[in-house]
């Protein structure tokens, strides 16, 4: 099996990761979605 040059390429997980997740976060604005990212996250939205 030979890899499709056209596909994207993603970065490696870290070594103590085993999976990925995305979360989609939506809401009106003002409701805290920012707040949100910033009290879970270890990086600054």
Same mark, same amino acid.
């Given at each position: 099996? =030979? +890899?499709? +040059? =056209? +596909?994207? =390429?993603?970065?490696?997980? /870290?070594r &103590? /990761?085993?999976? +990925?997740?995305?979360i989609?976060?939506? *809401? *009106?604005?003002?409701? *805290?979605? =920012? &707040?949100?990212?910033?009290?879970?996250?270890?990086m600054?939205?």
């Open positions: 099996m =030979t +890899a499709d +040059a =056209t +596909a994207p =390429t993603r970065p490696p997980l /870290a &103590t /990761a085993s999976q +990925a997740l995305k989609v976060i939506v *809401g *009106g604005f003002g409701v *805290g979605k =920012t &707040t949100l990212v910033g009290s879970v996250s270890e600054r939205p």
